[in-house]
């Protein structure tokens, strides 16, 4: 997710207001991806996704060292990025929503983030069938079928008066009383550009309804390959290590917040020496 978290409310743009892309042109609510979906447990080593929106599947190469991908990062393998993660010790769940156009996309951080968290799990599309996105969101991911006893937050910034003139469904307020332990809670991650999100969100009616966590003392972003379009925005790597600062009560000395950071560090260096694919 890219928006801005400056003061806890996007600036309006009629484009991407993030900087993890700016493949914008085919317009926001318009698109009409598929609400096929694929999850990504941390602890397990899936299979390459194969999705009919990936140039991989609509744009058949002859070259055939550009359609071998890595099982884990699903980059091609002459660019994977395994060897830069760090796994960190967490307790808070992450749900990583991915869309589909993001599995191939090369400036990404969404694979590199469930990389480095061990209790991660990453779903990819764009719309979900609601009782696949609520085991998604509230079950218990350890025992299939039963209620977790999570509660679940959307990493998503304050944004009442869009959501209003979109008729999307209010927010539920954070558990009370707030903060509650890491080990209580799920954070819910869209990874897309801001008008995937957005979409995301709209076509979503359990996402609308988790209650949001604001992020908190915003630094500038570390994104280089991509130029942010408004002061606070950040990458979807950044902004949930930030929002997993917050909920474990680490500092940012500390060795988790930092362990992510060289590799997000390390990742955009290898992105700057290298030809994207």
């Not at 400056?6 to 700016?22: H, L, N």
């Not at 929503?97 to 191939?104: Q, R």
Request: with cysteine.
């Amino acid at each position: 997710m890219r928006p801005s978290w400056r003061s806890g409310r996007r600036r309006a743009s009629p484009c991407c207001s993030g900087i993890e892309g700016k493949r914008t042109a085919r317009g926001a609510f318009g698109y009409s991806a598929a609400a096929t979906q694929h999850t990504i447990p941390a602890d397990s080593n899936p299979p390459a996704i194969k999705h009919r929106h990936s140039r991989e599947m609509s744009m058949p190469d002859s070259r055939p060292f550009l359609r071998a991908r890595c099982p884990h990062c699903h980059r091609a393998l002459r660019t994977c990025i395994c060897a830069l993660a760090q796994t960190v010790s967490h307790e808070a769940e992450a749900l990583i929503l991915m869309h589909p156009l993001e599995v191939h996309e090369a400036k990404g951080t969404g694979h590199l983030l469930h990389l480095c968290l061990p209790h991660s799990r990453v779903l990819v599309g764009e719309q979900w069938p609601a009782e696949a996105l609520h085991e998604a969101l509230h079950g218990d991911w350890a025992r299939p079928g039963q209620a977790s006893a999570r509660h679940s937050l959307l990493l998503y910034p304050e944004t009442d008066s869009q959501d209003a003139a979109l008729g999307l469904q209010a927010a539920a307020p954070l558990p009370q009383p707030w903060p509650w332990a890491a080990r209580q809670l799920r954070l819910v991650v869209i990874d897309g550009t801001w008008r995937k999100s957005r979409k995301m969100l709209y076509l979503n009616p359990a996402l609308q309804a988790l209650p949001r966590l604001p992020l908190h003392d915003v630094p500038a972003s570390g994104y280089a390959i991509r130029k942010a379009q408004q002061p606070g925005q950040l990458s979807t790597f950044e902004a949930a290590a930030l929002a997993l600062t917050q909920l474990e009560g680490w500092s940012q000395a500390g060795p988790p917040a930092q362990a992510l950071a060289r590799v997000f560090a390390s990742f955009v260096a290898s992105r700057m020496r290298r030809p994207a694919h």
